[in-house]
């Protein structure tokens, strides 16, 4: 035992010899240590619970799975019986058959909304073709309807105030006053024109489209397609007239995951000018998260980069104002994982902040005691100037 005894690297003062010497400094220097010794310790301990991630990246070889998109999109100056909301992918086709949950909601002037969200189908794009024109078998001199001039073999009768405006459009007329139309007197299309340019309107919700490079537009007029060609109609208004101005409150692709952001949250853009025409061209990055728990979620990061165009005379209004997100995906993954770090390291670093810590604060005690001692040693012998 008293060999061991030999080994104490740390040798005790018995109190009772009464030469312990406690001083002021040497209790501030404690409580300011102690603080330190704390704030370090918690951060050690935020740190170890934080799992590290390890970023990889490699090509994409998956097949077959979805791509969401996660919009919310406010355009302030077009009332939503205006707007048409409309996806497609690379073949030119548009994407029947998907899942998607989109709504518009009707706002006023300075964005309140006036009545409640209304699910919208974004597939519904009609064929306006010679074989889809409608038929008139059934009809008689009793129940046709004039269609003040614009009568074809095709349609002789405008029954409705739809089939007076689709008779100008066949004719290429201007389309007519549709108040002085008898068959759109008691028709929505006159509230539809008093509320085109007094509301706003918000549409949001979400897609799921399939995994290929495509494109989705927000444009005014109704939408359909005439041989296999996207076309909006937006008679009896000029292109002018629509300001395009719009807020993108949100917009991303797949999940939100831990890091990720969304570059064009937020974003408000404002047309200078009537009839201009937005275009975002979108980078999408898939991304793997792996979890610490072996979970994995599946992703997607962007980036964005826009361009504008206005609508002018010289297009002979075959431009098309509207805001157009175009997309395309990149044949590299980046790869997440988890990792929880390892205990030993936390117990290491925290054996080390609290040995560092005490350790310096008594140098810095025993500095200030000597010095002060010395101080006032040089004091009572008169020789401190």
């Given amino acids: 035992m008293q060999i061991l005894r030999q080994l104490d690297v740390h040798p005790k003062v018995r109190e009772e010899a009464d030469i312990f010497v406690r001083t002021f400094s040497g209790a501030v220097v404690t409580i300011i240590s102690t603080i330190i ?15 590290s991630l390890n970023e990889e990246l490699f ?8 791509l969401r998109i996660n919009l919310d999109i406010t355009i302030p100056a077009i009332s939503c019986d205006l707007l048409s909301i409309d ?30 969200p209304k699910r919208t189908d974004i597939t519904n794009t009609k064929a306006r073709s010679k074989s889809t024109e409608k038929p008139v078998e059934s009809t008689t001199e009793k129940t046709c309807g004039d269609c003040y001039g614009a009568a074809t073999d095709k349609l002789k009768c405008c029954n409705t105030c739809e089939d007076v405006r689709e008779a100008y459009r066949l004719k290429s007329w201007k389309p007519p006053d549709l108040e002085n139309i008898k ?21 949001y919700g ?14 005014p007029g109704d939408s359909f397609s005439v041989k296999h060609v996207h076309v909006h109609d937006i008679q009896p208004y000029t292109s002018a007239k629509f300001n395009m101005t719009h807020n993108i409150r949100h917009l991303s692709f797949g999940l939100n995951i831990p890091g990720k952001t969304n570059p064009m949250d937020g974003t408000t853009v404002v047309a200078m000018d009537g009839g201009t025409i937005f275009y975002y061209y979108i980078k999408i990055v898939p991304t793997t998260y792996v979890r610490a728990d072996g979970s994995t979620l599946l992703t997607n990061q962007f980036s964005v980069t826009r361009h504008t165009r206005l609508v002018t005379p010289m297009d ?9 997100f175009s997309y ?6 980046v790869k997440y994982t988890e990792k929880a770090k390892s205990f030993g390291h936390f117990a290491t670093n925290t054996c080390a902040i609290i040995g560092g810590v005490f350790t310096v604060a008594g140098l810095i005690d025993s500095l200030l005691y000597h010095l002060v001692r010395a101080i006032r040693k040089k004091i009572e012998l008169g020789k401190y100037n």
């Fill in 183 to 203: 068959q759109c007197q008691n028709d929505k299309s006159l509230e539809k024109m008093k509320t085109a340019f007094t509301q706003g309107c918000q549409i």
């Fill in 328 to 333: 395309e995906l990149s044949p590299l993954m």
């Fill in 37 to 51: 010794m704390g704030i370090l310790f918690l951060s050690e301990v935020n740190y170890y619970l934080t799992p």
């Fill in 316 to 324: 002979g209004e075959s431009g098309m104002p509207g805001v157009f």
């Fill in 59 to 66: 090509v994409d070889t998956s097949r077959g799975s979805k």
């Fill in 206 to 219: 979400y897609m799921e489209v399939n995994r290929v490079a495509g494109s989705f537009h927000i444009a």
């Fill in 87 to 116: 996806a497609m992918d690379t073949t030119g086709e548009q994407h029947l058959q998907i899942e998607h949950n989109v709504f518009k909601r009707r706002l006023d002037l300075s964005g309140k909304p006036v009545e409640d």
